[in-house]
């Protein structure tokens, strides 16, 4: 109704605008909204391949009786609870020594360490098989210095394969956050840290008093992202440990565990739809859950 | 003495982390650079030297690899991606900031919640989807479901709050109509975003491996990260060769960052302006 009241001119523009972003919600509404509504269909639906019924709550009991799916969503979980504190800490920690203008070759160590980045995930994948394999070159380093006596099974034992996942994982996120972190760093006032100094505040202190809460946004988002990436991690396990989730399905992900029953097993389109939609309450629950934890904080 | 030699202490622990750090950080370049120079038995042993086995596992590379034709798909892919998302978002990031609506800011915000969907969730459904208009196996199939991409609309729409409207006011009593104005103004004043935006689409669409695994089937189809992927997974894989691959895969995305280092870094961080 106001639109028509201001008229032609503001109906012009209005238009105009809604030409300006068509393409981009058609094109989301087609290929993310639609098909999120229809694997939440297909979640209450069972069947072999298209041959779907409509079966209530089955598959939800089923993911309660189902071993491999609770091994998967373990497995999810604890790559999540270990390996993003580890992370966001080391990338803090690193990028406040990078911050200090005074360390020689920052520009340097800046580059090495966010270097990984630029690699595919598959890339690194396929790298750290090789460095990790049983006689390979970071048991054959480790035995060599004296820290091993017999080479670590990374890739055959359940818990050295999660370890070698952790590992991987780091190495290739830390430097994309820290720089994240840096940048925030530009934005605080070099007096604080002054005044901290003067006043005898010691360097630790600094940091968990001073360089943390100022960067609890940046923090907030990089924690959030990251949890969204680990939680849909696949890349990786899948070329790690050859698509099958490693021993005893150590490294099994959920969406590996969706990927499995959709393209590998007799294909079971309603229960892998319920499984991926324990992926997207996951990272629902945790956005928000973060995302309230930090504004408690706030407080 | 003592404040001065804890002073000294704390900068060797710093050098020292820093520099290990870097140093793991770097490793796994330098040891696949060395590795496509050796044989397999020397790489896994970790010879950290070159060898004489560079022509050897180039040319055992391309025999079982149809390397141009590789390269030329994800190429396709990761440039028509990159071409079509760049538009598609430039003009709604323009549109949502420029243009005022009752609905505006919902939709937007509906929009970036689409943000946290996870891709698991989405691929059967697109599965029986490209099943049903008959592209599986195509390229077309891989690039259609990247386009629509609230991240890049956010980027757009972030940075569109720095164009300067006096530019756009000027054109209007100039009598240049709305799509004039972002084609001929906004585009060339709104450059390097659109270079920091390049690089992270094309970037992601080059290294992007699942859903090109579940659509792609046919080896003439198959992009270089897939194709590493599968000569990984061999049972004795030839390392020399994977080493290959993994330096023609990593290539490009490695020049586009040591040439346009201050764009890679500002487009990474575009999100938190």
Redesign the interface.
């Given at each position: 109704m106001?639109?028509a009241r201001r008229g032609g001119i503001g109906r012009y523009?209005?238009v105009?605008?809604?030409?300006?972003?068509a393409?981009?919600?058609?094109?989301?509404a087609?290929?993310?909204?639609?098909?999120?509504l229809?694997?939440l269909w297909?979640s209450f639906q069972s069947g072999r391949g298209?041959m779907l019924k409509f079966a209530g709550f089955s598959n939800i009991v089923r993911l309660w009786n189902d071993p491999v799916f609770i091994k998967a969503l373990t497995n999810t979980l604890t790559y999540f609870v270990v390996q993003v504190p580890i992370m966001i800490l080391?990338a803090l920690?690193?990028a406040s020594?990078?911050n200090n203008p005074k360390?020689v070759g920052r520009g340097?160590?800046r580059?090495?360490?966010?270097?990984?980045?630029?690699?595919?995930?598959?890339?690194?994948s396929?790298?750290?098989?090789?460095?990790f394999?049983h006689?390979?070159?970071v048991n054959?380093?480790l035995e060599a210095i004296g820290i091993i006596g017999e080479p670590i099974p990374w890739l055959t034992h359940p818990f050295w394969a999660k370890v070698l996942v952790i590992l991987a994982i780091t190495?290739r996120w830390?430097?994309?956050n820290m720089?994240?972190y840096l940048?925030?760093m530009q934005n605080i006032d070099k007096s604080i840290y002054e005044v901290a100094r003067i006043d005898g505040v010691p360097?630790w202190a600094r940091f968990t008093h001073i360089t943390i809460p100022l960067l609890k946004?940046?923090i907030l988002?990089t924690t959030i992202i990251s949890t969204?990436g680990t939680?849909?991690l696949?890349?990786e396990v899948?070329?790690l440990t050859?698509?099958k989730g490693g021993p005893s399905n150590a490294t099994l992900t959920?969406?590996l565990y969706?990927?499995n029953l959709?393209?590998r097993f007799m294909p079971n389109?309603g229960y892998?739809?319920t499984v991926?939609?324990v992926?997207?309450v996951l990272?629902?629950l945790l956005?928000c859950l973060q995302f309230f934890a930090a504004r408690e904080r706030d407080r | 003495m003592n404040k001065g030699s804890t002073r000294i202490a704390?900068t060797i622990v710093?050098?020292g982390?820093?520099?290990l750090?870097?140093?793991?950080?770097?490793f796994?370049?330098v040891?696949?650079l060395f590795?496509a120079t050796n044989s397999s038995i020397d790489?896994?042993?970790?010879r950290?030297m070159p060898g004489g086995a560079l022509a050897t596992n180039v040319s055992t590379f391309f025999t079982q690899v149809n390397a141009p034709l590789v390269f030329w798909n994800s190429a396709k892919i990761a440039i028509l991606a990159t071409i079509l998302t760049l538009?598609?978002?430039s003009?709604?990031g323009?549109?949502?900031e420029?243009?005022?609506?009752?609905h505006?800011d919902r939709?937007y915000s509906a929009?970036l919640l689409?943000m946290?969907?996870?891709?698991?969730?989405?691929?059967?459904?697109?599965?029986?989807?490209m099943g049903k208009a008959g592209l599986i196996n195509t390229h077309l199939a891989v690039v259609?479901?990247t386009?629509?991409?609230?991240f890049i609309?956010f980027y757009f729409r972030q940075t569109t709050k720095a164009f300067p409207s006096e530019l756009r006011d000027a054109a209007k009593v100039d009598g240049l109509k709305?799509w004039q104005i972002?084609l001929f103004i906004y585009v060339p004043v709104m450059r390097s975003t659109y270079a920091a935006a390049f690089i992270i689409v094309f970037?992601t669409a080059?290294?992007n491996?699942?859903w090109p695994l579940?659509v792609l089937q046919s080896n003439e189809q198959k992009t270089i990260?897939l194709v590493?992927?599968s000569l990984?997974?061999a049972y004795y894989?030839d390392?020399g060769v994977?080493m290959v691959g993994?330096i023609l895969?990593?290539l490009p995305?490695?020049a586009v960052?040591f040439f346009m280092?201050r764009q890679f870094?500002q487009g990474?961080?575009g999100?938190?302006k």
């Amino acid at each position: 109704m106001a639109l028509a009241r201001r008229g032609g001119i503001g109906r012009y523009y209005n238009v105009n605008g809604w030409l300006f972003v068509a393409p981009a919600l058609g094109l989301i509404a087609l290929f993310m909204i639609y098909p999120i509504l229809w694997s939440l269909w297909m979640s209450f639906q069972s069947g072999r391949g298209m041959m779907l019924k409509f079966a209530g709550f089955s598959n939800i009991v089923r993911l309660w009786n189902d071993p491999v799916f609770i091994k998967a969503l373990t497995n999810t979980l604890t790559y999540f609870v270990v390996q993003v504190p580890i992370m966001i800490l080391l990338a803090l920690i690193l990028a406040s020594l990078l911050n200090n203008p005074k360390l020689v070759g920052r520009g340097f160590f800046r580059t090495a360490i966010f270097l990984p980045c630029v690699t595919s995930l598959v890339a690194y994948s396929v790298l750290f098989k090789g460095m990790f394999a049983h006689d390979g070159i970071v048991n054959a380093t480790l035995e060599a210095i004296g820290i091993i006596g017999e080479p670590i099974p990374w890739l055959t034992h359940p818990f050295w394969a999660k370890v070698l996942v952790i590992l991987a994982i780091t190495w290739r996120w830390t430097g994309y956050n820290m720089i994240f972190y840096l940048a925030a760093m530009q934005n605080i006032d070099k007096s604080i840290y002054e005044v901290a100094r003067i006043d005898g505040v010691p360097a630790w202190a600094r940091f968990t008093h001073i360089t943390i809460p100022l960067l609890k946004p940046v923090i907030l988002f990089t924690t959030i992202i990251s949890t969204i990436g680990t939680i849909q991690l696949f890349d990786e396990v899948y070329n790690l440990t050859e698509g099958k989730g490693g021993p005893s399905n150590a490294t099994l992900t959920l969406s590996l565990y969706i990927y499995n029953l959709t393209f590998r097993f007799m294909p079971n389109f309603g229960y892998a739809a319920t499984v991926s939609y324990v992926i997207v309450v996951l990272v629902a629950l945790l956005a928000c859950l973060q995302f309230f934890a930090a504004r408690e904080r706030d407080r | 003495m003592n404040k001065g030699s804890t002073r000294i202490a704390a900068t060797i622990v710093t050098y020292g982390f820093v520099g290990l750090m870097a140093f793991l950080s770097i490793f796994p370049f330098v040891w696949m650079l060395f590795g496509a120079t050796n044989s397999s038995i020397d790489i896994i042993k970790g010879r950290m030297m070159p060898g004489g086995a560079l022509a050897t596992n180039v040319s055992t590379f391309f025999t079982q690899v149809n390397a141009p034709l590789v390269f030329w798909n994800s190429a396709k892919i990761a440039i028509l991606a990159t071409i079509l998302t760049l538009a598609v978002s430039s003009l709604a990031g323009y549109g949502f900031e420029m243009f005022r609506s009752r609905h505006r800011d919902r939709i937007y915000s509906a929009l970036l919640l689409t943000m946290m969907i996870p891709f698991a969730a989405l691929m059967i459904p697109l599965f029986i989807m490209m099943g049903k208009a008959g592209l599986i196996n195509t390229h077309l199939a891989v690039v259609l479901p990247t386009i629509g991409s609230a991240f890049i609309v956010f980027y757009f729409r972030q940075t569109t709050k720095a164009f300067p409207s006096e530019l756009r006011d000027a054109a209007k009593v100039d009598g240049l109509k709305e799509w004039q104005i972002f084609l001929f103004i906004y585009v060339p004043v709104m450059r390097s975003t659109y270079a920091a935006a390049f690089i992270i689409v094309f970037m992601t669409a080059w290294n992007n491996y699942l859903w090109p695994l579940i659509v792609l089937q046919s080896n003439e189809q198959k992009t270089i990260t897939l194709v590493i992927s599968s000569l990984a997974s061999a049972y004795y894989p030839d390392y020399g060769v994977v080493m290959v691959g993994t330096i023609l895969a990593t290539l490009p995305t490695l020049a586009v960052f040591f040439f346009m280092q201050r764009q890679f870094v500002q487009g990474m961080l575009g999100s938190v302006k």
